[in-house]
């Protein structure tokens, strides 16, 4: 997120461990990168982003203008050249909007033009969430990544075949439950959706909730290990995947 308040430093400690990194698009949250009045669909009266439901709601009642998704998302893009001194060959979407068909209709050749190679599609076919309007918003986030995934194949961008992590994320995550996941998808490549780190501050609740450190402790146990030294699993990227 490239307009995070630790986002140079993460970028500068993932170019000198060689980490392979990607724009994770955020159309919702933290502040914009164009100017203000290129973007204005994009933003409350005060200037600030429309939140997860709110830019959902604004796209459904069509007032969401794709010249401004568009100069937002390059604008995004040239920042994290900045950043890095690469350009991104991967774009995912902050809380999944990249998916919302209609966004997905305009993002798709914008993401092509700067040479982008692969998304992330959050097509998880089964999602088990105890609270009905969680469990409602992510089987419509799998639903609408269902859908997006032709639009943005016709572009060029691939993705993953198999994804896990909608109903896997903070306390509900477990070495167990990630193992069992895994273990049901028995061919193709699986991407993992977590969020791994330490409590931050300010930008949503999530960031400042120590269900972070549980996923990075759940990690650090290395739940995978035994697939991966039986040979079940090769570890492995997005910029492996669309080699």
Not at 45 to 52: D, E, I, P, Q, R
Not at 117 to 126: A, G, M
Not at 181 to 209: K, V, Y
Not at 212 to 228: D, K, N
């Amino acid at each position: 997120m490239v307009r995070g308040p630790r986002a140079a430093r993460a970028a500068r400690d993932s170019m000198r461990i060689a980490l392979p990194i990607g724009l994770h698009l955020d159309l919702t949250e933290t502040p914009a990168c164009a100017p203000h009045a290129a973007i204005r669909s994009l933003l409350d009266t005060t200037g600030n982003k429309l939140g997860k439901h709110g830019l959902r709601e604004a796209v459904a009642r069509g007032i969401v203008e794709r010249a401004h998704v568009e100069e937002e998302t390059r604008a995004q893009l040239r920042a994290f050249r900045a950043l890095t001194g690469v350009d991104a060959t991967h774009v995912d979407g902050h809380q999944h909007v990249h998916t919302i068909p209609a966004l997905a209709t305009w993002l798709a050749p914008v993401l092509r033009e700067a040479s982008v190679r692969t998304t992330r599609i959050p097509e998880q076919h089964d999602v088990h969430v105890d609270d009905p309007k969680s469990a409602a918003f992510y089987r419509s986030v799998a639903s609408d990544a269902a859908a997006s995934r032709a639009r943005y194949a016709a572009e060029g961008i691939g993705s993953t075949e198999a994804f896990i992590g909608l109903d896997l994320m903070g306390f509900a995550s477990s070495a167990e439950k990630l193992d069992a996941a895994l273990r049901s998808i028995t061919t193709g490549s699986i991407e993992l959706m977590c969020h791994p780190g330490f409590i931050g501050t300010g930008i949503d609740d999530f960031n400042e909730s120590p269900a972070r450190e549980h996923e990075l402790a759940v990690l650090l146990s290395l739940p995978f290990a035994q697939s991966v030294e039986a040979g079940r699993v090769r570890l492995t990227s997005f910029s492996s995947l669309h080699r």
